[in-house]
């Protein structure tokens, strides 16, 4: 079945980066989008952006460009995103989901990410 | 302020039916077939139950359903069962190439 696991929580300081990982199994890596979507404390849910694992292709919502990266390693069927820069208002739930006809079909268990 | 706009919270009774709306522009809502919605428990991930505005996973219930008109994309979720207490969140794609999504509805089941 398609599965989606992401690292660990992660604490960081003011100005620090972050890196989040999202191992995949179950389906062709290659085959499907990996979207990054982020969920501040008690708020809605925001697109970060696309990464397409068969080209490296990305795409960021404009509100990130600049300071997320959007990477992949088809060896180990694993996406990563890494934000720099980071500040109070990063801190969030950092979920990956595969992307399929425009909709986000299978989510991942979600990333703690505390800047503090 | 949220891109697309949600009512903060609905209910309905047990059995009855509920609709929680999705309001957008024509650069998102209005301009393409790619409204989704997704239902979330607290501390979990969302799960996709409803995408290109009426179409159902399969394994989501036919209790659910999608429409849209004009700018403003609905859910609803009739023959209410406490599970179904939860966030909803609507999503669409946008004229931008991103994805925005609604502020989220949290449902309760009286």
């Known amino acids: 079945q398609v599965q989606l696991v992401q690292s660990g929580a992660d604490v960081k300081k003011p100005g620090a980066s ?27 849910l ?11 292709a990305t795409d960021y919502a404009q509100k990130f460009e600049g300071r ?4 992949r390693d088809t ?31 299978s989510w991942a268990q979600g990333t703690q990410v505390t800047v503090s | 302020q949220s891109a697309l706009t ?15 709306s999705c309001t957008g522009t024509s ?6 077939n790619y409204v989704c919605w997704y239902q979330q428990y607290p501390g979990k991930a969302p799960k996709l139950i409803i995408y ?12 659910f359903s999608g429409s849209k008109s004009g700018n403003t994309a609905s859910l609803t979720i009739s023959g209410l069962q406490a599970e179904d ?14 994805w925005l999504f609604g502020g989220g509805t949290k449902l309760t089941v009286l």
């Open chain 2, 52 to 63: 290109e505005v009426t179409k159902r996973p399969s394994g989501v219930p036919d209790r």
């Open chain 2, 27 to 32: 650069s998102d809502i209005g301009r393409y």
């Open chain 2, 85 to 98: 207490e939860a966030d909803y969140y609507c999503t669409s794609y946008a004229v931008t190439y991103s």
């Open chain 1, 75 to 105: 060896s180990i069927n694993t996406a990563y995103m890494e934000m720099t820069s980071l500040t109070s208002a990063d801190t969030a739930v950092y979920y990956c989901a595969r992307g399929v006809v425009m909709a986000f079909d």
């Open chain 1, 18 to 44: 972050v890196r989040v990982s999202c191992k995949t199994s179950g389906y062709t890596f290659t085959g499907y989008y990996i979207h990054w979507v982020r969920q501040a404390p008690g708020q809605g």
């Open chain 2, 6 to 20: 949600q009512p903060p919270s609905a209910s309905g009774s047990l059995g009855q039916s509920v609709t929680i």
């Open chain 1, 68 to 71: 997320v990266t959007m990477t």
């Open chain 1, 46 to 56: 925001e697109w970060v952006g696309w990464v397409n694992p068969n080209n490296g």
